[in-house]
Antibody
Framework: EGQLLDSGGDLVQPGGSLRLSCAAS????????MSWIRQAPEKGPEWVSL????????YYAESVKGRFTISRDNSKNTLYLLMNSLKVEDTAIYYC???????????????WGRGTRVTVSS | DIQLTQSPSTLSASVGDTVTITCRAS??????LAWYQQKPGKPPRLLMY???NLEGGVPSRFSGRGSGTEYTLTITSLQPDDFATYYC??????????FGQGTKLDIK
């Protein structure tokens, strides 16, 4: 059975940086597009970024474009999210999530990490 | 961007009841709509994809339907484990995802 273990969340000051990681196991990582999705307290999920299985194509929500960078290392079965110029409104639990079907880009998410908490506050 | 509005925001029901949650899109979408269940402190769990396809392991008391701008998730014969928050998710726009604001189903 597949698993995603996301990590790297922390308390950071506005303007700071943080890198999240997501270690995947139990499936052929390189076959699947992956996303980061965040959820602020008492809010619905918000899609943040997506990367294709190869890593060649990336997409971002307008709210993070130019500040966040998604990447992956298929040799290590690991997904990353580099977050720069963090704002208070970036405070949320961040989940990595696997797309349901191989080779798709833009799909439902059938596997989620347990989430890692990012708090941006002075 | 497509906006999703769920109704109701909160729903109170009893074990054994049948409930329906509605998700309305700001513009007509294809049927690339999913539903998730989330319990406190846990990530969302996929229940339904492509409007009406049940994810593996999900009980058949969950069903989905819809088209255009209106989609529904129906749960028949509610069980204690079903009390949770439910989200719809549109993925009809290439490489973009939008989620609804959620419907909290609690025990009456």
């Amino acid at each position: 059975e597949g698993q995603l273990l996301d990590s790297g969340g922390d308390l950071v000051q506005p303007g700071g940086s943080l890198r999240l990681s997501c270690a995947a196991s139990g499936f052929t990582f390189s076959n699947y597009a992956m996303s980061w999705i965040r959820q602020a307290p008492e809010k619905g999920p918000e899609w943040v970024s997506l990367i294709s299985g190869s890593g060649y194509t990336t997409y971002y929500a307008e709210s993070v474009k130019g500040r966040f960078t998604i990447s992956r290392d298929n040799s290590k079965n690991t997904l990353y999210l580099l977050m720069n110029s963090l704002k208070v409104e970036d405070t949320a639990i961040y989940y990595c999530a696997k797309e349901q079907f191989a080779a798709n880009v833009g799909d439902s998410f059938d596997m989620w990490g347990r989430g890692t908490r990012v708090t941006v506050s002075s | 961007d497509i906006q999703l509005t769920q109704s109701p925001s909160t729903l109170s029901a009893s074990v054994g009841d049948t409930v329906t949650i509605t998700c309305r899109a700001s513009q007509s979408t294809s049927t690339w709509l999913a539903w998730y269940q989330q319990k406190p402190g846990k990530p969302p769990r996929l229940l339904m994809y492509a409007t009406s396809n049940l994810e593996g392991g999900v009980p058949s008391r969950f069903s989905g339907r819809g088209s255009g701008t209106e989609y529904t998730l129906t749960i028949t014969s509610l069980q204690p484990d079903d009390f949770a928050t439910y989200y719809c998710h549109d993925y009809s726009t290439h490489a973009r995802s939008t989620f609804g604001q959620g419907t909290k189903l609690d025990i009456k």
